[in-house]
């Protein structure tokens, strides 16, 4: 297990078990999960547990992981949160409105545990950076 740390992933998506397994191998590794399925329980749960970072689904029925990025992106009290796309979809397209949206990083499903905990890392420590520069200039 790595270090024991206090940062809190949300992971949204709605298929239930690939969600479950995501956050119990994240919390094999030490972060504090929270599960939603789809996402306007997503948002909410963003509220409630006020994850530092969110693993999100894009290919959701309803509100998708575009509009909840989006959604989250517009709130100033969410800026610091950690945006990462977790989907099958990896085409140059989505590539860019991943970008677009305002995410931190892109996993395609499936992958293996080594990457999402790598895209974990580098969205919060570049999401942490963000806030340092804005900090900075104000």
Known sequence: MDQTTTQRILVVDDNSEAADISAELLELHGYRTAV??????????VRTFEPHAVLLDLGMPGMDGYQVAAALR?????????????????????RQRVIDTGFDAHVIKPANLERILTAVREALASRAQLQVSTASAA
């Open 74 to 94: 517009a709130v100033p009290d969410f800026d610091q949160v950690a945006l990462i796309a977790f989907t099958a979809w990896g085409d140059v397209v989505t």
């Open 36 to 45: 939603a399925y789809t996402g306007l329980t997503g948002l909410e749960a």
